[in-house]
């Protein structure tokens, strides 16, 4: 079991702290390994990480705060983890909820740099204060569940000081799982704006991808533009689009070439990962491809793209002899936000593919821009020795290179790889111009691209703030986030959630720590769905089951036969002010929910009549998703906003009290008895 151990007397009083607990620990493509864990805090407030063996401790540094996990999710890049450059053993896992001390929800955005530690930023440009800051590009920052800090995927984790979020009240607990995602897709579109009368697209609109149909809805009532959702997987994709109001839904899983003949769109947002999803945006995209992926390579002759969407850049193409009609707009590229305060001055020149007689034509076109003609090892040296003069990062503006493998050379410069954190000649958020030979014919579909004018743009992490301030803008999206969720499993159960999220059907899987298992446990996947017709019957029987098992014996006779008339009544599985939800494991039901309006001219309190799950599913989580649920899709139902209702009341039998007491509930009143059944009244503030 997990424990916090506090230090007593003179190191309690220096901050020492010492929490202990069991995680599986990513130490290759699919394999785990169950192993105990310390996160501790010494006298001088640095954190360390040790494991039970014999291996040193990871020391991670001051500016920490220690949470309890409350909810987390699996999305592509924790699948790809394996992949990415960035060492293992880890423990992974960067989508979470956490619990602070005193029992509040929070968010964590998950770079943990010098500003998002508290620590002293002055020698740090990335983090300084200032509009040209940009902390989550900082080099010296180290990233939750992906990049050494232990992640969300164990009963505990530590979150940069800085970088706690309060959980809005319009988002409910298991809800927020997907925020850091949300916020990942919400800068995506801020990124790559469609304009009015535009038609966009998303390519694999599954985890992230509907995430981002959810961003772009959002931005509709500001800007009218054609949207389309394009999947090999018709089931999802028909979700997703119409959760989120694409105005087309296109299956390619048959003959992809056929379902996309004679489509093309102005904007085109990737996230499928695959070097064949790539290859198909870029074919369809007439002005931009934005890349939202960080699951390792998707081009062949880009070896290293994964280092362009850690770098937030872009890549643009232009055809020899350089022009300034053509080059003027490419040199000046930022990004939307970046505008007014942003400019391309310091430009490095790959001297292996651009020759002297160019670099002449672009000094003589841009005489206020700084080239600088040099190998890939000399810029990486000026780099290492300080960056270009007059360059508020320490790195270039911008690269012009003559081949697309050169580009390879900017992202991962092999000479950069022992002198700097990230090995890339270009700061974050800036561009690589390819300039082709005027004959030059396309060999691939990223040529191809370039030199039809497509820029190709990238993003990864999004701001917190901004992502929440957008849903307490736009309640109505929090129920239909809601409905990402397709399974939920036990933290114990991680290797199976791994392999479950493999399923084409899923979208999010969603972990919750199992309170009861000090052991590694496979458990089946949990789903929770509104009951369909025709399933009433098993329901009730569900509910016989589990009242006859653990509350019956508390009951009198008058209350037992009284609690069997009202469940056997028509209206409770179709009443229209009521919704009811089960949870479902192996096309089992496990699970149920009943929550109804409480007052039907009032649609603040919401009032739950039945919580019931059978024995073996008890104490995993699953009464307190049927719940949030329940609360989300009654919002739904009665077309009311997610802030309007503010209480949740309960009858608790005198054996429940306890599961509602876990669930947040409180005593709201002395017990009673009536028709025989003796409850306690309770209620929860949402």
Known sequence: MPRTVLASGAAEAAGEQRCEFMAHELVAENAFAWRPFALWRDAAQCWHLSRGDESEDVVLGTGYTLLRTLYASVCSTDLARH????????????????????????????????RARGLDCAQCPYCAPGPQAMHSQCPARITLGIDRLPGVFAPYFLAPCQNIVMLPQCVPPHVGVLIEPFAAALHAVEATPPRNGDRVCVVGPRRLGALILAALSAQRDKCKFELTALSRNVAVAQQVGTLFGCDHVVYTGGDTESAVKGRCFDVVFDT????SGFELALSLAKRVMHLKSTSGSVDNSVPHMYHCVLEELSLTGARLPPSKAALAPLLAFTWP???????????????????????????????????HHLSTQQAAQLIANGGPTGSFFPKFDAAIVGTLEAIDGVLFAPAAEQQLVHPCLVRARGTVIVLFPEEAKPRVTLERALMEGVTVCSSRCGDFPTAVHLLERCPQLVPKLAQLLTSALPLTSLPSAFHLAKDPAQVKI??????????????PAMCVRQLRTGEEVEARDLVR?????????????EGTNEFFKYLDAPSVWSEPNA??????V???????????????????????????????CQRRGAARLLVDSAVLALDAQLQCEAGARHALTVNASMWAVPVYLRLGFVESGPSITHNGIHHQPMKRCL
């Open 83 to 114: 992949v990415l450059p960035f060492p293992l053993p880890q423990i992974i896992g960067h989508e979470a909820v956490g619990l602070t001390d005193d029992g509040k929800a929070v968010v964590v955005d998950i770079n943990a740099s010098h």
């Open 272 to 275: 499928t990962g695959t070097q």
């Open 337 to 371: 936000y970046d505008a007014a305060y942003r400019r391309n001055d310091n430009i490095f020149v790959d001297r292996n593919t651009i020759t002297d007689h160019v670099v002449a034509c672009l000094i003589e076109l841009f005489p206020d821009r700084n080239f």
């Open 510 to 523: 969603m972990l919750h720590p199992c309170v009861s298992a000090a052991q590694p446990c496979e458990i």
């Open 545 to 557: 089951e589990v009242f006859t098992e653990f509350l019956a014996p508390e009951f009198s006779e």
């Open 579 to 584: 919704v009811v939800l089960v949870s479902e």
């Open 586 to 616: 192996g096309g089992q039901i496990v699970g149920v929910t009943r929550v109804v309006q409480r007052d039907q001219a009032d649609h603040s309190i919401f009032h739950v009549n039945l919580l019931f799950v059978r024995g073996a």
